[in-house]
């Protein structure tokens, strides 16, 4: 259903009376980023529908309250799939919601974040000005690339209304290896099979044994499987493995306890954490558990090349995003400014001076 | 420097001499002429002076002479640009980053290259080889271009089907902003805090900072390659075809279609075995391991047969398949000796739409008299109108102007837009008026200010201003609402 007239009056009348708006999709992504105030709810949730799929020219169009679910059948019905496999944190996911979180999965450092894979976008800026940048091709350099910049602005600088996104097949076949292996041995192997051509699309580490997923033609699958040897998981297991980690079921992202997450330059050696850690992205992702020390942790992280964030519970009023050098925070100040002058787009939710 | 008095402008130049080896200034009409164009010839300007900068330091100390005395900036890499992207203004200088071409480091272990961005596109590849890695984005001034112009573009090439622009290769920037300030942006790790201002950057034309440092993304080489030829009597069978392979869930390395003018230009220039009486050829690269490779060679075989093939060459040894691809990446230069000049387009539009809008093309060709050979990269969409011309025939420049404007208005209306991997510059400001409305423009105006407040980067580039919409005219097109396109437009 097309709600875009009656989302733009109510941007609009937001922005006339400086009066905050919480973007809301389907609310499953609500525990990410800063805990603000309480405001207006601006509900994408009913401005749904898939506009334009054309599986030959490798594009979808469609509404931001389009559902995570609704969107990965209809691509898997022409045998495509959405290439940054991304996670839903809860059944009514929309895509709305997770481009503004800018969440990828497994198959990330191989195939791309979610941002890599935004072509076009129609959104509202807080003028509630409808604009469109970017459009439904895979090249295009006219004008400035907000398609992406959106991604992964947490609702901050405009809401999405529609987007156009770039689909891939799905590959013929998928395999998961296991190796019993320590942190130390898992990174680097999955760093040195990354420079290799070898058909990888996703690894992990849970602390025992590396995990590691080829896609491809049946041939290519078979041939990278004879190079990289270990134990065959079960087909189902295999893709229930993955599932479970993308969507933190896995046991060690259970409970309650704060969950952090590290990014760093891929080949980081172990950090010198208490606790246990678990590795995804062929080592550029890692997750801990727990109460931290946040300015340690964001000091370890930048130390490779990376970044803390506090994920998932703990003291959401404070920064949950490592905070941006002077200079750089001064800039987004301007350009939130730009696009939102009154600041009326989830204000604080990104940064508290956001 | 406008409005500047003669002892400012001196002050100026002697500020600069300052901090600038004695090489490094240069002011004498003789040594500026060189800088007057970049691969726009057309468009000609000479700058205030040309500085060379040997680091990040020099060019730091230059941008905030520049600011103390108002002095624009126009940024540049090789030159190699199409849209005029670093064609002077006069009064402001000319900022040459060529000599800053380090490879700084190349990280085996995270498959990544810090380097300059006066380093070349396929410099980095070289230096990567041994490594069994490479740089993936390779567009066809490869040889030439340098990355930092790469970014300014967000270029592509043959492979980014497959492999994805410089937007999808570049990991970290180090970047000046218009007062010299230094931002890092983005990182070795995975999705950086705040705003994905890295994906901004990519393609900004150099309106929005100054490159200083590059952090790539290497990729390992593939173990094989082979490229098959296919010939057809007709483009929309080529096209056609294309459509077959995808929709079979295959995605090639490269795909490149030409249509018989292009071909005849390239074959009488490189002789690479082209067949001169098809209407269209497709190139076709796959990559993989020796098994894969087979495997999707035979699909990929029994679908161009099936879609009406006239011919089918394979080349599977690097020699042939250099020469294959040599009469793609020679195409421009091929069919500029066809005519004493040519004007190089440069839309996307959806392929389904590609057979209406080649004659849509050659009805206007016959109309304006003037030849049109078509090379389209058709993976994804980029379409490239070679349009023939002699600038010394009175009123054929104008004339060629035109219809490429035209081309490019219709790119817009079937969906598409005014440029794929060229850029804006100076040359499509008037046709961003056609895709873009006033307010998008003036949100483009305000992204621009608040990186560089006092509008010094590369003024007058890449987002043209309301006021020269307005007079123009134009009218916004979208796809879907569009007036109809062959309709005269006032």
């Known amino acids: ?354 | 420097m406008a409005g500047s008095t003669d002892s400012e402008h001196a002050a100026f130049l002697s500020a600069l001499r300052a901090i600038l080896p004695d090489d490094g200034l240069l002011t004498q009409s003789e040594d500026l002429h060189p800088y007057e164009c970049d691969g726009l010839s057309v468009l000609r300007e000479l700058p205030l002076a040309v500085v060379l900068p040997r680091h990040r330091n020099e060019v730091q100390a230059v941008l905030k002479i520049c600011q103390q005395y108002g002095v624009a900036v126009v940024p540049r890499g090789a030159g190699t640009g199409l849209s005029g992207g670093a064609r002077p203004s006069a009064g402001a200088i000319v900022l040459s980053l060529a000599r800053l071409k380090q490879i700084r480091a190349l990280d085996t272990s995270n498959r990544t290259a810090q380097v300059q961005p006066g380093v070349r596109n396929l410099a980095i590849s070289e230096a990567a080889r041994p490594m069994g890695l490479y740089y993936a984005p390779d567009p066809s001034s490869q040889i030439a271009c340098t990355i930092g112009g790469n970014v300014a573009e967000n270029s592509g090439g043959v492979h980014c089907l497959k492999y994805g622009l410089t937007v999808h290769n570049v990991l970290a920037l180090e970047v000046l902003d218009a007062s010299g300030e230094r931002l890092e942006i983005g990182s070795q790790a995975p999705d950086s805090p705040g705003y994905d201002l890295l994906a901004l950057m990519m393609g900004s034309e150099g309106l929005l900072g100054i490159v200083t440092e590059c952090t790539l993304r290497l990729l390992p080489v593939p173990e094989n390659t082979l490229v098959l030829l296919a010939a057809f009597a007709s483009v929309v069978a080529a096209a056609d075809a294309v459509s077959a392979i995808i929709a079979a869930g295959i995605i090639p390395a490269g795909l490149e279609m030409m249509d018989q003018l292009a071909i005849e230009a390239a074959e009488d220039f490189v002789h690479a075995g082209y067949p001169r009486d098809a209407a269209a050829i497709l190139l076709c690269e796959l990559d993989g391991t020796e098994a894969e490779l087979q495997e999707r060679l035979r699909a990929v075989e029994k679908l161009l047969q099936r879609q009406g093939a006239t011919s089918i060459r394979i080349a599977a040894d690097a020699e042939t398949r250099l020469l294959l691809w040599k009469g793609r990446k020679a195409a421009f230069p091929a069919v500029g000796r066809l005519a004493p000049d040519y004007y190089c387009m440069d839309g996307t539009i959806p392929r389904k739409r590609l057979a209406e809008v080649l004659e849509q093309i050659a009805i206007w060709s016959a109309e304006y008299g003037l030849r049109v050979a078509n090379v389209f990269h058709a993976g994804d969409g980029n379409l490239h109108p070679l349009i023939l011309y002699d600038a010394n025939v009175e009123e054929q420049l104008h004339a060629a102007e035109a219809l490429g404007q035209r081309i490019l208005e219709l790119c817009v209306a079937v969906g598409g837009s005014i440029t794929g991997e060229h850029g804006v510059g100076v040359e499509k400001l008037d046709s961003m008026c056609v895709q873009f409305t006033p307010a998008e423009l003036a949100q483009m105006h305000r992204i621009k200010a608040a990186f560089d407040p006092e509008g010094r980067l590369n003024p007058g580039k890449a987002v043209p201003s309301l006021h020269r919409c307005a007079e123009l005219g134009a009218m916004h097109v979208h796809h879907g609402q569009l007036p109809f396109p062959g309709l005269e437009r006032f």
């Open chain 1, 1 to 354: 259903m097309d709600q875009r007239e009656c989302l733009q009056e109510q941007v609009r009348e937001a922005y006339q009376q400086s009066r905050p708006l919480q973007v809301q999709g389907a609310g499953t992504k609500s525990f990410y980023g800063r805990k603000t105030a309480d405001a207006e709810p601006l509900l994408l949730r009913e401005h749904q529908g898939i506009v334009d799929y054309e599986p030959s020219e490798l594009f979808v169009t469609l509404r931001a309250g389009t559902s995570l679910q609704t969107l990965q059948e209809q691509l898997a019905e022409a045998g495509q799939m959405l290439p940054f496999e991304p996670p839903f944190f809860g059944a009514e996911a929309t895509i709305g919601g997770t481009l503004a979180c800018g969440f990828s999965g497994p198959r990330r450092p191989y195939a791309g974040s979610a941002r890599d894979y935004v072509l076009g976008v129609h959104m509202l800026n807080g003028l509630g000005e409808s604009l469109r940048f970017g459009g439904q091709v895979m090249k295009n350099v006219a004008g400035y690339d907000v398609s992406r910049l959106l991604v992964g602005s947490l609702g901050t600088l405009g809401v999405l209304l529609e987007v156009t996104l770039k689909v891939l097949p799905r590959p013929e076949r998928e395999l998961t290896l296991v190796h019993d292996t320590d942190m130390a041995t898992a990174i680097v192997r999955m760093n040195q099979w990354a420079g290799q051509p070898l058909p990888l699309s996703a690894s992990a580490w849970d602390g025992s044994h590396l995990y590691l997923r080829l896609s491809g033609t049946e041939k290519a699958v078979a041939a990278a499987q004879s190079k990289i040897g270990g134990a065959v998981l079960d087909e189902n297991d295999g893709i229930l493995f993955w599932k479970n980690l993308r969507e933190h079921r896995h046991v060690f992202f259970q409970g309650t306890a704060a969950l952090w997450r590290l990014a760093v330059a891929p080949a980081t050696p172990p950090l010198a954490l208490p606790g246990q850690t678990l590795i995804e992205w062929g080592g550029g992702q890692r997750w801990l558990r727990g109460q931290r020390d946040a300015t340690a942790l964001q000091a370890l992280a930048a130390e490779h090349g990376g970044h803390a964030t506090l994920f998932r519970g703990g003291d959401r009023s404070e920064e949950v995003f490592q905070p941006l050098p002077p200079a750089l925070f001064a800039l987004h100040q301007r350009l939130k400014n730009a696009f939102d002058p009154h600041g009326i787009l989830n204000p604080g939710r990104l940064y508290a001076a956001l």
